[in-house]
């Protein structure tokens, strides 16, 4: 599936959530520190509490840790509400990395 990636995530009901969704599809989550929560906090836990278990979560200590440990071939899609299109019309492909931040 794909690469859930959030840069410097504040909030940890919005990660939590996102953590449920990538157990629903089987998405890898990847969060790029410093984090504006810890990963054992309750609100973490209580938005995803019934599927943490099943996330697959890898925690990189800067932006360019996280860069460095993507293949060379990585396909990236970087979402801003500043972008020049919408996601709408981008091709994704299993794998991609989405990323949010």
């Not at 599936?1 to 969704?21: D, H, K, S, Y």
């Not at 906090?41 to 800067?62: F, I, T």
């Not at 360019?64 to 981008?90: D, G, I, M």
Request: aromatic share 12%; charged share 15%.
């Amino acid at each position: 599936m794909f690469n859930i990636v959030l840069v410097e995530p504040e909030i940890p009901q919005n990660a939590g959530n996102i953590a449920r969704t990538c157990a629903a599809t089987g998405c890898t989550l990847h969060l790029v520190k410093p984090l504006g929560f810890e990963i054992s906090d309750k609100y973490l836990k209580r938005a995803g509490l019934d599927y943490w278990h099943l996330v697959n979560v890898v925690v990189h200590e800067s932006i360019e840790v996280f860069f460095a440990s993507c293949p060379e071939n990585a396909r990236f899609h970087l979402f801003t509400t500043k972008a020049p299109r919408a996601y709408t019309q981008a091709a994704f492909s299993a794998g991609d990395y989405l990323v949010f931040g």
